[in-house]
């Protein structure tokens, strides 16, 4: 993979998560030292701190989860090689999570803050705040 601006490398590994990317289409965008830290959230309420393979793992069972994941992007911020990305998640449901129903489209505001070392992501700090729907 050629080396590419620290922006261009985030938005090509959302672009591969959004086509479905599993573990084979996500890793070429992932340093070998990549790590990911969840704040906490509401599908994950202790946050959580992934290495690599832990990430690739999750990319590839996300395709039993979910499909269509879409990002808009609504602001970035770069500064050298930091990109902070704020932007509206979603993706329809592919089984039912607490929350949520099978068929859902579950939607989320997040803000993440990138690190890029030679055209691949070294580490990534997110902060997911999830859409609940209204109570019935």
């Known amino acids: 993979m ?12 959302l672009r ?4 479905g990317g599993g ?11 990549y790590t990911l830290s969840e704040a906490p959230h509401l599908l994950a309420p202790a946050g959580a701190t992934r290495n690599r393979d832990d990430a690739l793992a999750g990319a590839e069972a996300a395709q039993d989860v979910v499909s269509g994941q879409r990002f808009v992007v609504r602001r970035t911020t770069c500064e050298g090689n930091r990109v902070v990305l704020e932007a509206e998640w979603s993706a329809t449901l592919l ?7 099978t068929g859902d489209v579950i939607r989320a505001r997040v803000a993440s803050v990138f690190e890029v070392r030679d055209g691949r992501v070294i580490s990534q700090d997110s902060y997911d705040c999830y859409f609940t729907p209204p109570s019935a």
């Open 23 to 33: 573990a084979a289409e996500i890793a070429p965008f992932l340093a070998q030292d």
């Open 16 to 19: 591969a998560i959004e086509g």
């Open 2 to 13: 050629t080396s590419r601006a620290p922006l261009e490398s985030v938005l090509a590994l």
């Open 95 to 101: 089984m039912d999570l607490p929350h949520w129903d």
